[in-house]
């Protein structure tokens, strides 16, 4: 990818259970969002965190930041069966503000 | 939350001809566009920033005579693919950014080229 990577690649839990993805990046950063893709369509934006932030939440979805390991991390709780789809982190740059990188994306499959 | 609106959804075009894609923003104003495209299964490279009443800004190894950008307005972005030939064969995204620098996208071109 452009920045950065996520862990894992794949991800097929149960309904019900808990999510975690992982997303890594290069350089330092002024914020990092992550979107929601479904095959084949366009991104859903789902939670912009800033790199002073650390933690932030929205409805089920739980987003964490370590800028001192340029890592962070997207938790899905009570997952459903319409979760499935593929999950990004993006980056902009401390220079490059508002110009956003992806991810290589976690597919997460939840079977019912 | 902000919309972009892209079209088309999905073309299929000769080898040699050229496409034009269009981005707009329904209810902003953006002066700053973003083109990516993404290759089957795989993640959005940013290929261009399209920036309004001006050039252009093409990412390293983005031939820019290959995927020409023009932002008219401040609501209106788009991308040619000049003679476009099957390895252009992708999809392609665009996305807008608001105030708080929240991207928002287009739902995307699927480009096939015969």
């Known amino acids: 990818s452009q920045q950065g990577e996520e862990d894992p690649q794949a991800l097929s839990i149960q309904e019900g259970e808990n999510a975690t993805m992982n997303c890594s990046y290069k350089?330092?950063?002024?914020?990092l969002q992550w979107y929601r893709q479904n095959s084949g369509r366009g991104l859903v934006h789902l939670i912009l965190i800033r790199s002073n932030e650390r933690e932030k939440h929205s409805g089920r979805l739980r987003v964490t930041l370590d800028t001192s390991k340029k890592s962070s991390s997207l938790l899905i709780t009570a997952s459903r069966a319409a979760d499935t789809a593929s999950y990004f982190c993006a980056t902009d740059g401390t220079y490059n503000f508002n110009k956003f990188y992806f991810g290589s994306g976690t597919k997460l499959n939840v079977k019912p | 939350g902000a919309v972009v609106s892209q079209h088309p959804s999905r073309v299929i075009c000769k080898s040699g001809t050229s496409v034009k894609i269009e981005c707009r923003s329904l209810?902003?104003?953006?002066?700053?566009m973003f083109w990516y495209r993404q290759f089957p299964k795989k993640s959005l490279m940013l290929m261009a920033t399209s920036n309004e009443g001006s050039k252009a800004t093409y990412e390293q190894g983005v031939e820019k005579d290959k995927f020409l950008i023009n932002h008219a307005s401040l609501t209106l972005s788009t991308l040619t693919v000049t003679s476009a030939h099957p390895e252009d064969s992708s999809f392609y995204i665009c996305?807008?950014?608001?105030?708080?620098?929240?991207?928002?996208f287009g739902s995307g071109t699927q480009l096939s080229v015969l």
């Open positions: 996305s807008a950014s608001d105030q708080e620098g929240k991207l928002f």
């Open positions: 350089t330092s950063i002024n914020n």
């Open positions: 209810d902003f104003q953006a002066t700053t």
